[in-house]
């Protein structure tokens, strides 16, 4: 296989840039002979390869897994945080390697790579420390005579499915909660982005997590998730990724019966009540909207403003809007990338012509002016209506669809006519509408007055169908935990028991 000359000559340490799989503490080649290319999206120039395993290379990687439990699960919790903190501490020392790999294959601009490799490594030390806390409980017995409590331990293997949009942090937010809970992972990222997932294989073995316990492999999607999907051996199932593909793994799921936490699309309004600045809310919209080039699960879908100040607020967005630099992550200055490929960039089109065809109003967003084949131009449209995709479907492109609403009861059933419900958020100074909105609002994560809602001590997740359990915070940790419960009976006479 040819080693790309590009990506290895950009990093201070080419050994972070590795294009085989990795199990078993081992670097692997696909059996078969199968390999796919991985491209730049701002450039469309392969920078590497990786091979496509074959089944029995994914059964050797359970193999590997199953073999490494034995050991990493006997660990103590704080043997397990010192090699989790070792390798925090690794990916801080990368960072700026990670970045660049990162911003080469997925193509955000470098500073929200760097941004993404801090915030990935924030859950590594997180969960290092949450897993010397999975306590069990004691429990006041009925029983005569006996004790009743329960344990924690680990659910077992565990496989993990990541998307392209943010190719370390999805990783790391799983891979941590697993590994700290006792786990051992097997990693299948996007194909788009696998060289972060093997960058953070390399950074794994420096730090000395055995073989086994951290894997990445690699292969045609549908083929690699329906093995791991189907082995008896794997107990647990994390995916982030579409609402689609999740629905689908969960049914490949059922036949085993495994653990299923499910990460899934979003669709967030983003509502400004009539007593807010028209500009301060705008600044918000366009943070909450563009950033990764609006490929973000969190990414403000449907604008929701008060009449009153709606005019004043297009304004302004187009305004802001406008400064936006569309380019390479590369370059400085750039705000926005390009798009995954060409297939995001036609969808984008095609809501954009779809909304137009409805009636919508084009504001502003002139596809002339983009830089390349995968670039989008920032799209604001105006008068977008529930029967429009941009309105029903989680658009992930930089198309910000605005819509005027006149009373809190209309903004909640327009905000909640989705089958998503991921996040929302909430502009407004008034604590009446503030709280009625929380409330009412059928999403996993509400934010008010804030565009900045994630990190480790969250729990993220969303309700609807946009997925199942939660990731991060307190409870991140007890999706790779089963509780034991136990009854020591015939104690003989124990006061209080
Ligand atoms: N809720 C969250 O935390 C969160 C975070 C990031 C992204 N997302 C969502 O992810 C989506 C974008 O990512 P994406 O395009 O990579 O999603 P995707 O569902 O297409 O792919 C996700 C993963 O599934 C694999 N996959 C694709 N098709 C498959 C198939 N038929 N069978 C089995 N596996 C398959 C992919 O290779 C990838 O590893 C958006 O909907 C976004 O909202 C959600
Ligand atoms: N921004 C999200 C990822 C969604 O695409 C996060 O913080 O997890």
Same mark, same amino acid.
């Given at each position: ?21 990795y199990v078993d503490g081992k670097?692997t ?28 290379q994914i059964r050797e990687a359970v193999d590997a897994a199953d073999a490494a439990y ?15 903190? %070792? ?5 801080? %020392? ?63 293997i ?15 937010? =799983? ?9 051992p992972?097997i ?23 055995p073989a086994g316990v951290f894997n990445?492999v ?15 051996r ?14 689908? $793994? ?38 909450? =909207? ?48 390009? $798009? ?5 960039? &036609? ?5 954009? &012509? ?86 009412? $609002? ?35 940790? &007890? ?19």
């Open positions: 296989m040819k080693l790309s000359k590009t990506l290895s000559n950009a990093l201070s340490d080419p050994r972070l840039f590795r294009e085989h799989a670097w080649h696909g059996d078969g002979g199968r390999e796919a290319a991985v491209f730049d999206p701002a450039t469309g120039e392969a920078i590497g390869h990786i091979p496509w395993l074959e089944a029995h034995v050991h990493w699960r006997a660990l103590r919790a704080d043997e397990r945080c010192e090699r989790l903190l %070792a390798w925090y501490d690794l990916l801080q %020392a990368h960072r700026e390697d990670l970045a660049t790999i990162m911003t080469l294959e997925q193509g955000k601009p470098l500073p929200d790579a760097r941004g993404e490799v801090e915030y990935g490594a924030s859950f590594v030390r997180w969960f290092a420390e949450e897993g010397k806390r999975t306590f069990g409980e004691t429990i006041p017995s009925h029983i005569p005579n006996a004790a009743l409590g329960t344990l924690k331990e680990p659910v077992g565990a496989a993990l499915i990541t998307p392209w949009n943010f190719p370390l942090a999805m990783i790391t937010r =799983k891979a941590a909660a697993a590994m700290a809970a006792g786990c992972v990693v299948k990222p996007a194909g788009e982005t696998p060289f972060s997932a093997l960058a953070l294989a390399e950074l794994a073995e420096r730090a000395g997590i990445v690699l292969g045609e999607p549908a083929e690699v998730s329906k093995i791991l999907c189907g082995e008896e794997i107990k647990a199932l994390s995916f982030t990724g579409s609402t689609r593909v999740g629905r689908l $793994l969960l049914e490949q799921c059922a036949g085993t019966v495994k653990r299923v936490s499910l990460e899934l699309g979003g669709n967030a309004p983003f509502i400004v009540g009539p007593d807010m600045d028209p500009r301060e809310a705008a600044l918000a919209a366009v943070a909450a =909207k563009f950033q990764t080039a609006g490929q973000d699960c969190l990414a403000a879908n449907r604008i929701l403003v008060h009449e009153s100040i709606h005019d004043a607020f297009v304004e302004h967005f187009a305004e802001r809007m406008a400064a936006l630099t569309v380019g390479n992550g590369l370059e400085s200055e750039v705000d926005l990338g390009p $798009l995954i490929h060409r297939q995001a960039v &036609d969808k984008a089109a095609a809501i954009v &012509d779809d909304a137009i065809s409805r009636g919508a109003t084009l504001v502003a967003g002139d596809q002339n002016a983009a830089p390349g084949r995968n670039f989008f131009m920032p799209v604001l449209l105006t008068g977008v209506t529930p029967q429009m995709m941009v309105w029903r479907e989680e658009n992930f492109a930089p198309v910000a669809g605005v819509t005027a609403y006149s009373d809190d009861e209309e903004v909640i059933a327009m905000a909640n006519d989705t089958e998503y419900g991921l996040a929302a958020y909430v502009y407004t100074h008034d604590i009446r509408r503030i709280w009625k909105l929380l409330r009412a $609002l059928e999403y996993g994560m509400v934010s008010v007055n804030s565009v900045k809602m994630t990190g480790p001590p969250v729990p993220f997740g969303g309700v609807k169908q946009s997925g199942l359990g939660r990731e991060g915070g307190i409870t991140g940790i &007890d999706e790779y935990l089963e509780t034991k419960y136990y009854c020591l009976g015939a104690l003989g006479s124990v006061s209080g028991s």
